[in-house]
């Protein structure tokens, strides 16, 4: 077994080593250890049969996954768990072409790591290489070379066609390719022609920097962007209801880490549809983004490398200068404004009315349907409120459901439930609250709150059968699209 290992490392071969970590029961072994290779070689044992053929296939998993994992083998009378631990080799960089760009690259990727194999067609040194091949064509030099998903090639010779033809490259993480903008011709996801990051570089050294900059972002398959322009592109979000929600969702789309701020018991009857369900489940999804709780701000950057939504209860934003958002924007929906300040950000957008443009924020998005829905309004107000919500087959306040009296509320009915107007809905306390139109329930107020006389708790759509009660609406995405706008005129100025 440790012959095997040895040879896995010599020549930079993934290995995995599965041992016996605990029986219960009748087991063919109580310990023992088997090491796989990617090729299916196997050296040890932990049993023998089904043990050992489900060693083997999960060893592989871990190989492809380059992760490690846990299993249990259940047999007849007992059962066996065991975990499979992967040895991931070094990554190799093949280098064709020792020139003078060659040289560059391979002694900086050998700092940080990879194996060098350099390839020429002339005779060439390199102390620090693991391989060195010359050979008067290409398809020699290259006839023992074999790519995988832990190599990266860099091509510094003009021949390329030759050299292409001459070995499987698919398999590789990174092809580069020195060449002009103009004469680049190569495509594929794992293909870069010119190779290198777009630093200005010039002499060979800087474009090693550029190339080595490159392959590590390929290796990580994070996004080579500036660190700190990451952090400065943070959003947050006054409230997470399901306009707000439509809002994150598209700065999210678009690359912009947003943050929202929301209150920690949130009141939204669209829920099914608003982040803010996640101060309360945890985490919550809508059109396939997701966002989380979080306690602390600290715990944002996580959250966003796994491109999800951190939601943090802070009401009277007293993390905003930890967050340091380039942009706020107030989506509180409150109709008036409830401490939105135009130096909270280099950019404070406000949606509806209640703020005035060059006073309190950079801009105001309208809100109220008709024609001038999602207008950017630059100077001055959104059309003030009117306190009926806007029609909808010729429905309007009809559509909302208030409380009838004080009490802790109670749902029957749910999302997507079709009603009668009469049909009871819901209680407050022991008052049964009833169907004001016949339709779909769209929104719906969380079980056990507390709600008092005239509080909104539900929402129905005369529309009825085939409304899409569990996406945003159209007015949120309208509304969403002229933040977006906003927001990418800001970052493009």
Request: with cysteine; aromatic share 6%.
């Amino acid at each position: 077994m440790f012959e095997l290992l040895s040879e896995a490392e010599r020549l930079n071969l993934a290995a995995a080593l599965v041992t016996i970590t605990g029986t219960k029961g009748s087991v063919p072994r109580k310990s023992g250890r088997m090491a796989v290779l990617g090729d299916g070689r196997t050296a040890g044992t932990v049993g023998g049969g089904i043990c050992e053929r489900r060693a083997v296939e999960e060893a592989l998993l871990s190989l492809e996954e380059n992760s490690g994992r846990m299993f249990t083998v259940t047999l007849p009378k007992g059962e066996c768990t065991m975990i499979s631990d992967v040895v991931i080799p070094d990554r190799k960089l093949y280098v064709i072409g020792f020139g003078h760009v060659g040289e560059a690259v391979a002694r900086l990727m050998h700092s940080c790591g990879y194996t060098i194999h350099v390839f020429d067609r002339n005779e060439v040194s390199c102390p620090y290489a693991a391989s060195v091949t010359h050979a008067p064509t290409w398809s020699e030099a290259l006839s023992g070379a074999a790519a995988d998903s832990h190599t990266a090639v860099i091509v510094t010779v003009h021949d390329k066609s030759e050299i292409l033809s001459s070995f499987d490259y698919e398999k590789a993480f990174y092809v580069g390719l020195l060449s002009s903008r103009a004469g680049s011709s190569m495509t594929g996801a794992n293909c870069y022609s010119p190779m290198g990051l777009d630093i200005g570089a010039e002499t060979p050294k800087e474009i090693a920097v550029s190339v080595a900059a490159e392959i590590m972002k390929a290796a990580s398959g994070r996004s080579g962007k500036s660190i700190s322009r990451d952090i400065r592109r943070c959003v947050l979000v006054r409230g997470s209801g399901d306009l707000a929600t439509a809002v994150m969702i598209r700065l999210h789309n678009a690359g912009y880490n947003v943050i929202g701020a929301e209150l920690a018991a949130p009141t939204q009857i669209r829920r099914n549809v608003s982040f803010a369900e996640a101060m309360y489940e945890g985490e919550h999804t809508v059109s396939g983004v997701t966002a989380r709780k979080i306690t602390s701000p600290g715990e944002r950057f996580e959250l966003w490398k796994n491109g999800i939504i951190p939601v943090i209860a802070d009401e009277k934003l007293e993390f905003l200068s930890e967050l340091s958002p380039a942009v706020v924007i107030d989506a509180i929906i409150a109709k008036r404004n409830l401490g939105t300040r135009i130096d909270m950000a280099p950019l404070v957008i406000a949606l509806g009315p209640g703020f005035t443009a060059g006073k309190d924020c950079h801009a105001v998005i309208e809100t109220m349907r008709g024609h001038s829905l999602g207008a950017i309004i630059r100077d001055g107000s959104a059309q003030a409120n009117t306190g009926i919500p806007g029609l909808i087959m010729g429905y309007g306040k009809e559509r909302v459901v208030r409380s009838p009296s004080a009490g802790c509320f109670r749902g029957v009915k749910t999302f997507g439930d079709i009603v009668k107007k009469g049909d009871v809905i819901a209680f407050v306390g022991d008052v049964p609250v009833e169907a004001t139109i016949d339709g779909m329930v769209r929104g719906m107020l969380r079980s056990g709150l507390e709600v008092t006389p005239g509080f909104k708790i539900a929402d129905i759509d005369p529309r009825g059968e085939g409304v899409k009660y569990d996406e945003p609406s159209d007015k949120a995405r309208s509304i969403a699209g002229s933040v977006l706008e906003c927001v990418d005129a800001f970052f493009n100025s």
